[in-house]
Structures are given as C-alpha cells and as structure tokens.
C-alpha cells in the first residue's frame, strides 16, 4: 500500500528513466563465441512499459554499457530515448532533461547499483529494485517487491499507471 506522497510522486511521473542491467535485466551478461553479449530481458516488464507508453508515458534508457542487445530490445519497445555507455549518468540525466523539456521533479529513475546513485539523487522519484545494493536502496523513496529482470519494472509500471487512476490495458 502506498502512502499519499508516495502515490503522488508516482503519479506526477511523465517519463521513467531506466538503467539496464540489474534492472531490465538480471544482471548477467552472456559472451557468445565471438565475444558478442547477450542479456536476458523479462517479456512481462516490456508489456509494461508498452502499456504505459499507450497512455502517454514513454520510457528512456541510461546505461554504462554498451550493447547492440540493448539498441534492439529499446526499438522493439519503442523507446527512442536510449543513451548508452554513460559513466556519469547524472550527466546523461541532464542531458535528457534539456532533450525531452521535462523537469527532474516529473521523472522516476529505476536503478540497482552504485553507478545509478547520481541520478537516483536528481529526480522526483528514485526506485530501486529489491536486490538494489543497499546505498541505491538507502535513497529510493521506492523499492520494488521483485527483483531486477524478474518483473521490478512492470511493476513500477503498474505503479504509475495505477497512481494515475489507469490501469494496464494491451
């Protein structure tokens, strides 16, 4: 159950902002034989964010790696936001905010790991996944049931649409 500024914040969400692994993924990264990786998505976090991006909520992506895996599983998800091997993502964060218009108040950032800490810090709604590393947990003003890559995003996502009185339609 959430609170009344907690589901406040959730609701004033205008665009959530992802890292990847560890959050979209399990944070396991496979190595093929030439030396390509490979990330294991959770099927159900992308209808989520499918859901929310109907009813004008987009997502973005900022992420230190980078990854031709990330690049396809963002287009299959219609996110156009991608910003990939950002070592300061508070940098990267700003660089969305002056992209897209948005103040920092009216984003959620999702993240799991020391990395994520700086944007976690700038914006209106810092969520961490239940296996976050405890300083990322010691900021978010939410964390999530599951775990990254184990359906913590679709959660979020039926968060915000629920603070916004909808629900997951597809």
């Known amino acids: 159950m959430m609170n009344d500024t907690l589901m406040q914040r959730f609701a004033s969400v205008k665009l959530l902002v992802l890292d990847v692994d560890g959050v979209l993924t399990d944070g396991g990264i496979y190595f093929g034989p030439g030396g390509e990786t490979w990330r294991r998505?959770?099927?159900?976090?992308?209808?989520?964010?499918?859901?929310?991006?109907?009813?004008?909520?987009?997502?973005?992506?900022?992420?230190?790696?980078?990854?031709?895996?990330?690049?396809?599983?963002?287009?299959?998800?219609?996110?156009?936001?991608v910003m990939q091997n950002c070592k300061q993502k508070d940098q990267s964060l700003h660089e969305l905010l002056e992209k897209t218009g948005h103040k920092a108040s009216e984003l959620a950032f999702v993240g799991d790991d020391l990395i994520d800490l700086?944007?976690?810090?700038?914006?209106?709604?810092?969520?961490a996944v239940l296996n976050a590393h405890p300083e990322v947990k010691a900021v978010a003003r939410y964390i999530t049931r599951k775990p990254g890559g184990y359906g913590a995003v679709r959660e979020v996502c039926e968060m915000i649409l629920q603070a916004k009185g909808q629900g997951i339609e597809y």
């Open 118 to 127: 700086p944007a976690l810090r700038l914006v209106g709604l810092p969520i």
């Open 41 to 81: 998505f959770f099927a159900p976090d992308g209808l989520g964010l499918k859901a929310m991006a109907r009813l004008g909520v987009p997502s973005a992506i900022i992420t230190g790696l980078e990854s031709e895996s990330v690049s396809f599983r963002a287009e299959s998800l219609g996110i156009d936001l």
